[in-house]
């Protein structure tokens, strides 16, 4: 089965670019996640989406940060303008019911220069 | 506030040698406590979920228990490929959504 897909999985811009980070989560999942993770804070919560709705956004850091979710089977997490402090691993995790076991993709490494 | 903090940091063991991570956890009722395995350039991949005090649950050599107020991942004769960062998360009823606390993480390293 197909796990989380996120794309790109590596991405390089210069500060004031605007990046869009996406993900297809597993099919029949109806909970989507997005998460941050960096060596200082560990893995932070960004923004859940419930049935295509988004729920809790209260880890989006700032206005430069927007997410979004047209269907149940693809995501963006859009960065403008992008900030070298934005540089870390965006992670996308989705699952099936509450209280059930978020499952990860594989990440999309983000750098600022 | 809820919080997670996990320990130690990192942990380094010969293979064979058994040992326990400790997940110590603050939160206003616990709907769930989950361990993850993260391995260098992948995202957390699922181990297990407990819900509630003594319970307990198994995978090869691993075993996880919780208390009220701690969870351990207990590690039988680890090898090396048990060499994982693993990270416990927990998730509480005073939440409106299905948001995961997560702890910073313990690096385990396994050597032959």
């Known amino acids: 089965d197909a796990g989380v897909i996120q794309s790109p999985r590596h991405e390089v811009t210069e500060m004031g670019q605007e990046v869009t980070l996406r993900c297809k989560p597993i099919?029949?999942?109806?909970?989507l996640f997005w998460y941050r993770q960096t060596m200082m804070r560990g893995l932070e919560l960004l923004i859940y989406?419930?049935?295509?709705?988004?729920?809790?956004d209260s880890g989006m850091p700032e206005d430069r940060f927007s997410a979004k979710m047209p269907n149940a089977s693809f995501s963006t997490l859009k960065i403008q303008p992008s900030e070298p402090r934005d540089s870390a691993v965006y992670f996308c995790?989705?699952?099936?019911?509450?209280?059930?076991?978020?499952?990860f993709g594989d990440g999309t490494r983000l750098s600022i220069l | 506030e809820d919080q997670v903090t996990q320990s130690p940091e990192a942990l380094r063991l010969q293979e064979g040698e058994s040992s326990s991570l400790n997940c110590s956890y603050t939160v206003s009722g616990l709907r769930g406590l989950f361990w993850y395995r993260q391995d260098p350039g992948k995202g957390p991949e699922f181990l297990f979920t407990l819900y509630s005090a003594g319970e307990e649950k198994e995978k090869e050599r691993l075993k996880a228990t919780l208390t009220k107020k701690e969870s351990f991942l207990h590690i039988t004769a680890p090898k090396p490929e048990d060499s994982a960062t693993y990270l416990c998360?927990?998730?509480?009823?005073?939440?409106?959504?299905?948001?995961?606390?997560f702890g910073t993480g313990t690096r385990l390293q396994v050597f032959p």
């Open positions: 989406f419930n049935n295509n709705v988004p729920i809790d």
């Open positions: 998360a927990v998730q509480g009823v005073s939440y409106n959504t299905d948001k995961l606390i």
């Open positions: 099919s029949g999942h109806n909970s």
């Open positions: 995790a989705s699952s099936f019911e509450p209280n059930q076991p978020q499952h």
